[in-house]
């Protein structure tokens, strides 16, 4: 059984750096998705960055040029460095991760993801 645990959100100031990780404890599959999301009071949660198991990324256009996703196949875990932080980028920050089949596309940006942890809260304030 996937788990997935956050960690690394803080209160920082605008213009800031903040380090988010997601250990993904029992992830076997050979082709995923595995995605950082944000959330906020009232909204629909959105995707934020996605990366897949071949290393391909894609960013939401907010964050682009400023975020950074990776990940460490060795530790099964996810990253997501942030830089040049904006006070709409506070949210609840939830990582999701999905399984691919051998014979689709990834789509990562593209998916209902099976997976996520408990979050992790990022707060910036200007």
């Known amino acids: 059984q996937l788990q997935l645990v956050e960690s690394g959100g803080a209160s920082v100031q605008a213009g800031g750096s903040l380090r988010l990780s997601c250990v993904a404890s029992g992830l076997t599959w050979s082709r995923y998705c595995l995605g950082w999301f944000r959330q906020v009071p009232g909204e629909e949660r959105e995707g934020v960055a996605a990366i897949d198991s071949d290393g391909g990324t894609g960013y939401d256009d907010s964050v682009k040029g400023r975020f950074t996703i990776s990940q460490n196949k060795s530790k099964n875990t996810l990253y997501l460095e942030m830089n040049g932080l904006k006070s709409e980028d506070t949210g609840m920050y939830y990582c999701?991760?999905?399984?691919?089949?051998?014979?689709?596309?990834?789509?990562?940006?593209?998916?209902?993801?099976?997976?996520w942890g408990q979050g992790t809260q990022v707060t910036v304030s200007s």
């Open positions: 999701g991760a999905h399984p691919i089949r051998a014979d689709e596309g990834y789509f990562c940006g593209n998916r209902v993801y099976r997976y």
